[in-house]
C-alpha cells in the first residue's frame, strides 16, 4: 500500500523558519520524482519545489527561490522541504507528490500557517 505522510507543518511568524519532510513507503522511492505542491485557501494547487529521481534534477517556483530548498533521502525514503524567510503569502496546505506526471501518489497534506 503506498503512503505518503507529511509532516513538520505548523504556525510560524513571518521570517520564520520550518521544515517539512514526505516519508514514503509502498513504491520504489528512488525511482520517482518527488515534488512539494501548496494550495491556499480559494487557489489552485500550485508547484512549490521538485527534485527528480536519478539526476536529482531541481525546480522552484519564482516565488520560493533562494527561501525553500528541497532535498531528498533516498536511504530513509523521505523527501524534505526546508522553508526559510516564511511569508504570510506561504500560508498553504503542503502536499507531497511522487511522479512527474498526473497519476501519481499524494499525501494528506500539512498545514503552514504564517502570521505574527
Known amino acids: 500500500q503506498v503512503q505518503l505522510e507529511e509532516s513538520g507543518g505548523g504556525l510560524v511568524q513571518p521570517g520564520g523558519s520550518l521544515r517539512l519532510s514526505c516519508a514514503a513507503s509502498g513504491f520504489s522511492f528512488s525511482s520517482y520524482a518527488m515534488s512539494w505542491y501548496r494550495q491556499a485557501p480559494g487557489k489552485e494547487r500550485e508547484l512549490v519545489a521538485q527534485i527528480t529521481s536519478i539526476r536529482g534534477i531541481i525546480t522552484y517556483a519564482d516565488s520560493v527561490k533562494g527561501r525553500f530548498t528541497i532535498t531528498r533521502d533516498n536511504d530513509k525514503k523521505t523527501v524534505y522541504l526546508q522553508m526559510n524567510s516564511l511569508k504570510p503569502e506561504d500560508t498553504a496546505v503542503y502536499y507531497c507528490?511522487?511522479?512527474?506526471?498526473?497519476?501519481?501518489?499524494w499525501g494528506q497534506g500539512t498545514q503552514v500557517t504564517v502570521s505574527s
Open positions: 507528490y511522487a511522479g512527474l506526471r498526473p497519476g501519481g501518489y
